[in-house]
Every structure is written in C-alpha cells, then in structure tokens.
C-alpha cells in the first residue's frame, strides 16, 4: 500500500526555468513533509521540510507547498540549475509516533542546458 | 561534523551467507533508521532504534533480520542465510529529534 505517490516518474526542465515537482499522500495522520535529493549511488540528501501547520516553506531557490485538504505538497525549484538534475523524493511522517519516513517512489529531474 | 558514515560501501555474498552492515549516526544523533531500496523503488522503512533500543521494526522481515545499536560503536543490521532477494541498497539514517532524517551514502549488497 502505497501511501506517498510521485505520480511523474520524470520531469524534465530548461535551465533557468521552474521545476514543479508534485506529491500525494493517502494517510491523513502525516504532519511532517520532507524532500530529499538523490544522486546515482550516493545517500539522498535533505533539501526541505513543512510541518502540517504550515503551508508554505522556502529555503533559497526552493519552495515547498502542503496542501491539507487535498494531501497534496509540491516543491518548486527556481531557477532551475543543471545541478539539479536528480532523483527527487518526498517522504511524510507522524502516522506512528516513531517518526519513521514513508516514501514515495521519486522523480528525476532533468534540466537541460 | 561528519555526516553519516556507512561500511562496506559494497558487499557481496554468496546466498546463505551473512551480511554485516554498519551505520555511524553523526555526532549528536541518538536516533537511527534503516530502510531498504529495491532497484526502481522507494525507500521502503525497516526498524528504528535509540542507543541499545529498538522502538520500532515493524518493517523488518520476521526472520533472518535483525539490527541493533548498542551503547558503543554503530549500529549493525544483519541479514543471515542471504538470498539473492535480499539484494538491494540499505540506507541508514540518523535524527537528532526524531524528524528530520540525515541518510549516509549506503550500502549496496549483491547477493550471488
């Protein structure tokens, strides 16, 4: 049961443009949203998160937007870099109080020069 | 601060064997989760533990698997009698507060 869904499994942008990157989620306990980055053969890495308190958070050329009602958040990347280009997880927490992450199955980014 | 630290890097095993794999938390973090990725999937959760807790394994298959994280040295994840489905790249991760998770570049076990 697949309770984070990235429903794109590639994107693919023009430098300097903006990526949108989109996810849903099943579980309506989730309060804790999380973006990572993956490069090929490495660990991902964190980018962003947003508490279920909020709806927005930016850190740099990077937003993240939660929507509650529809269970939906998407991070935006502006501009968009070449060295973005990447595999993109979102993940989501809280169901269980132990705070292990739930996954989606990623995106990968590709921006073109 | 270094981030977290995973060994091997690689192994291989042959099936039946054990694999031992190794998670370093980074300094401060009491809190750490391993989770698995099978090629063209997500991260999928296995167990989470504090220092020489497991407090929760809920994604842990029920035999062959186990992990602990004792009061000294890292956190071990073994996987005994290995079959040629247990390969995949294991990551671990640790959190200072139990939220955001910081992941080491992982393990990629092949089992022959």
């Known amino acids: 049961d697949q309770q984070v869904k990235q429903n794109s499994p590639s994107l693919s942008v023009q430098e300097g443009r903006i990526s949108i990157l989109n996810c849903d989620y099943t579980n309506s306990m989730f309060d804790y949203f999380l973006w990572y980055k993956k490069y090929p053969a490495e660990g991902p890495t964190f980018l962003i998160s947003?508490?279920?308190?909020?709806d927005k958070n930016e850190d740099g050329r990077f937003t993240v937007f939660l929507n509650k009602s529809a269970k939906h958040l998407s991070l935006h990347i502006v501009p968009s870099q070449p060295g973005d280009s990447a595999v993109y997880f979102c993940a989501a927490s809280g169901e269980t109080g132990a705070n292990n992450l739930f996954f989606g199955t990623g995106t990968r980014l590709t921006v073109i020069p | 601060n270094a981030g977290v630290m995973q060994n091997p890097r690689h192994l291989v095993r042959r099936r039946g064997q054990e694999a031992r794999l190794r998670c370093s938390p980074m300094k401060g973090h009491s809190h750490v989760y391993w989770y698995r990725q099978l090629p063209e999937e997500g991260l999928k959760f296995m167990v989470y533990l504090q220092k020489e807790n497991i407090i929760d394994e809920s994604g842990m298959p029920k035999e062959r698997f186990s992990a602990e994280f004792p009061k000294e040295g890292p956190s071990i994840l073994r996987i005994q009698q290995v079959v040629r489905g247990d390969s995949a790249a294991y990551f671990c991760?640790?959190?200072?507060?139990?939220?955001?998770?910081?992941f080491g570049p992982g393990t990629r076990l092949l089992v022959l």
């Open positions: 947003i508490s279920s308190i909020k």
């Open positions: 991760a640790s959190s200072p507060d139990g939220q955001t998770q910081y």
